[in-house]
């Protein structure tokens, strides 16, 4: 099991990699809107997951049977801010079109987390 401090603490990165990604963003980009555009929505994205990270771990903290389905829910939505927030930060730097193939995986793997996350309210013990 996960302990909460883990999602906690993931949550806190998350969420300032992705203000220091728009951030910086702001400033370098400006010249660029399709590269700014990809960190925008990157940073949307992992801000938003960042909070959700931390529902996770408030959650877990309250204990009961739902443990096992916070975790997938914690584990899919860190998938998703690799995968998809980490491939629009990447194209936004100029990485080849290619890694745009694994913004949808990413995006998939955000879905599953909020229906785990719905699951951990349902199969709640």
Do not use: K, N
Not at 65 to 82: D, K, N, P, T
Request: aromatic residues 10%; proline residues 2%.
């Amino acid at each position: 099991m996960m302990s909460e401090r883990f999602w906690i603490c993931l949550a806190g990165l998350s969420g300032a990699i992705a203000v220091g990604a728009e951030a910086a963003s702001r400033h370098l980009l400006q010249g660029d809107p399709r590269r700014l555009d990809f960190a925008a929505t990157g940073g949307r994205y992992a801000l938003l997951h960042a909070l959700a990270l931390l529902a996770v771990a408030l959650l877990a903290r309250r204990g009961g049977g739902a443990w096992r389905w916070l975790a997938v829910a914690g584990w899919c939505f860190s998938a998703g801010l690799v995968l998809f927030s980490g491939s629009l930060y990447a194209l936004a730097l100029g990485a080849p079109m290619i890694v745009a193939a694994a913004t949808p995986v990413g995006g998939s793997a955000f879905i599953a987390g909020w229906l785990a996350l719905a699951a951990a309210g349902v199969f709640r013990e």
